[in-house]
């Protein structure tokens, strides 16, 4: 069995007018732009990667 629910979450949407209100399906984690859609970001303390392609983005700190 896949672990589907920890990548997507289901959002309520609130219709407007006549619009019907309905369920919408959101990804939690950001995914890569070189390898497309279908691979997500690993998330680490200081940066996002990916493991099909390296790509890496790191967090900036923020300063308090």
């Not at 399906?25 to 997500?40: I, Q, Y």
């Not at 990667?49 to 700190?61: D, N, P, R, V």
């Amino acid at each position: 069995m896949t672990a589907i629910h920890k990548f997507y979450e289901l959002v309520e949407e609130k219709g407007k007018g006549k619009a019907k209100a309905g369920w919408k399906l959101e990804r939690k984690r950001k995914t890569c732009p070189r390898c497309g859609a279908g691979v997500f970001l690993a998330e680490h303390k200081d940066r996002y990667a990916c493991g099909k392609c390296g790509y890496t983005e790191f967090i900036k700190a923020q300063k308090s």
